[in-house]
């Protein structure tokens, strides 16, 4: 089976959709493979539960998408300062994984879009990490030298790539905020590289 990197998020309106789609480019860069992959929404009527296949965009990811990625880039939209509960429940079912260890050493980052500037996107990246920590991955936040970290006016963060989307959804993602998605999957694409490489 080919290596890739799995980039895995839930968005509702789109942008942490276009931060994924953006960070794939850059894995892409580094001549990694990458499956782009997202979860259903919840619904609390169980009779109006998603079909198994989405009517467009992105497939569902499975459990053997997760265990066999060399690497994993995670993104939800911010949620209360929390990550989506869609993507939380989809973490909860990872359990036969943590006890084979099928996650253990690998590089991960994670990335989020928030409605606001000040609305919790550092305590929805940090909240996004113990999972991960807990699969014994290897976490990977962004470069400080990347001069976008330090230029923008928006999204991006030393934990990871992010988006201010604004209260319509209606704000497109800046220059900075592309550059940092970009580059936080070249980061993860050479690291998991290396890695393969031994
Ligand atoms: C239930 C809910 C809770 C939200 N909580 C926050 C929040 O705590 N802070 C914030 O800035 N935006 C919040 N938002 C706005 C989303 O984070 C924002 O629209 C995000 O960009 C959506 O990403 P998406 O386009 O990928 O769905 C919330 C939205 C919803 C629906």
Not at 48 to 54: K, V, Y
Not at 129 to 146: C, E, Y
Not at 161 to 167: E, F, I
């Amino acid at each position: 089976m080919q290596a890739y990197v799995l980039v895995l998020y839930y968005s509702k309106y789109g942008s942490t959709r276009e931060m994924a789609h953006l960070i794939a480019n850059g894995i892409e860069a580094t001549g990694m493979a990458v499956k782009i992959r997202t979860v259903p929404n919840l619904s609390t009527m169980v009779k109006e539960a998603e079909p198994s296949i989405p009517a467009e965009g992105d497939i569902y990811c499975t459990l053997d998408d997760l265990a066999n990625c060399s690497g994993l880039a995670l993104g939800s939209p911010t949620r209360f300062g929390n990550m989506a509960s869609e993507m939380k429940y989809f973490l909860d079912q990872t359990t036969a994984l943590w006890l084979n260890g099928a996650l253990h050493g690998k590089p991960a980052c994670v990335f989020t879009s928030s409605g606001s500037m000040h609305g919790g996107q550092e305590s929805t990246l940090l909240t996004m990490l113990p999972p991960l920590f807990h699969h014994g991955m290897m976490i990977m936040g962004l470069s400080n030298a990347h001069p976008a970290l330090s230029n923008t006016k928006t999204g991006g963060t030393p934990y990871g790539a992010s988006h201010v989307s604004g209260a319509r959804h209606d704000q497109t993602l800046s220059q900075d905020e592309r550059a940092l998605c970009e580059d936080q999957g070249k980061r993860l694409g050479e690291v998991v590289k290396k890695l393969i490489a031994g």
